[in-house]
């Protein structure tokens, strides 16, 4: 634990200077968009990048009533807001071991930059305080390789590539109904 210099001395190290942090144990890191969970993580606060082991990441999508949860043996931070995760399943289920899930042996979740062209039409544009225009809300797009859909502990469908924005998760998976008429 720091005492009261030692915090101090934290916040006023130079901005050139590392900062790194290596944590074990039962890490959570919290944040209004998200939350990371890992059992052994690495972080580098200046440039904003880290590796967790045995991580999940839970993010909140604009168009989904549940967080998005993301886990895998290997997921690393490139930048804020994009990561790469290895060996991963994506659910939306609540539970430890849900009974439903994507796998996939890579999962990339890149944080569109606005005016992009994979940026979404349908997300609600923000205003600027200082100028009074519309500020595009940039809407995470998830790529991933080697797909799988999983209910309880059997593969029902394999997707070689599949890539969508976070708020129309369907994205290029293909959608089937079924129903009847009274035609015959």
Not at 105 to 126: F, H, N, P, W
């Amino acid at each position: 634990s720091l005492d009261q210099e030692g915090i101090q001395a934290v916040l006023e190290q130079g901005s050139d200077a590392p900062l790194q942090i290596y944590l074990e144990g039962n890490i959570i890191i919290r944040s209004p968009q998200q939350e990371l969970r890992a059992s052994r993580a690495f972080y580098d606060l200046r440039d904003d990048r880290a590796i967790l082991l045995d991580g999940e990441l839970k993010l909140n999508a604009p168009n989904l009533n549940k967080p998005l949860r993301l886990r895998g043996e290997q997921i690393r931070q490139i930048s804020r807001g994009s990561c790469i995760a290895e060996n991963a399943w994506v659910s939306t289920s609540s539970f430890g071991k849900p009974g439903y899930r994507a796998q996939a042996s890579k999962i990339e979740v890149e944080q569109a930059q606005a005016g992009d062209i994979r940026q979404t039409s349908g997300v609600q544009a923000e205003v600027d305080e200082e100028t009074g225009l519309p500020v595009e809300a940039a809407d995470p797009w998830i790529t991933s390789h080697h797909n799988s859909l999983w209910i309880e502990d059997y593969p029902l469908f394999y997707f070689p590539y599949v890539t969508a924005p976070l708020s129309e998760p369907t994205g290029t998976v293909p959608r089937a109904a079924d129903g009847k008429d009274h035609l015959f």
